[in-house]
């Protein structure tokens, strides 16, 4: 695996981009190789990504606007031997959008939302985050062949602590799972 990323930071926006390139290994042992879920180690992985934030004040109070886009560059085949690659082999862009406004200073809201459209091999979803979905195992996630929303409402009880809570309402692309959840973080600074 290898990662790249450039990024330019300036007072009211942010932009960067990177590559995550995911090589499979065909000469271990195809046990360990089926460890991940979906096959995710039987296939190259190349998501170029790019993002932007941009910053501003809304009603007094901070507001952050971002997007994020990715597309995986292998070329997959709809003969591929494997079926999860069979199935999803023209499913590999994602994107995401969210909106975020106010802060989590004590005693101050923040509210926000997000929503994200993220293909079956946009991205190997065994190192994933989860977040949305609890979709997978244990030890590791499903999380792409989605879409839906967050709802984000966070509180600042003083500069060490602050509350979260987040609605999820989200369901499979082209599959037949929904992953809609509720909840609250409490967050700690020590």
Do not use: C
């Not at 244990?138 to 602590?161: C, H, I, M, P, V």
């Amino acid at each position: 695996m290898g990662t790249a990323q450039v990024a330019y930071h300036a007072d009211a926006f942010t932009v960067a981009g990177g590559l995550i390139s995911i090589k499979a290994n065909p000469n271990t042992d195809p046990n360990t190789l089926n460890i991940l879920l979906d096959n995710n180690g039987l296939r190259d992985y190349n998501t170029w990504i790019v993002s932007g934030q941009w910053r501003l004040k809304a009603g007094g109070k901070p507001m952050k606007i971002g997007a994020d886009f990715m597309s995986n560059t292998e070329n997959y085949s709809s003969t591929d031997p494997d079926p999860n690659t069979a199935n999803f082999f023209d499913q590999t862009d994602g994107y995401d959008i969210f909106v975020l406004w106010g802060s989590t200073k004590p005693q101050q809201w923040l509210l926000g939302y997000y929503y994200a459209n993220i293909e079956k091999l946009a991205f190997n979803s065994s190192y994933g985050q989860d977040d949305w979905v609890r979709w997978g195992s244990a030890t590791q996630t499903r999380s792409t062949d989605l879409k839906g929303s967050e709802f984000r409402a966070a509180y600042g009880l003083n500069k060490q602590q602050n509350l979260v809570a987040r609605l999820y309402l989200v369901e499979s692309i082209k599959t037949s799972e929904d992953g809609n959840r509720f909840r609250i973080d409490w967050n700690v600074k020590f």
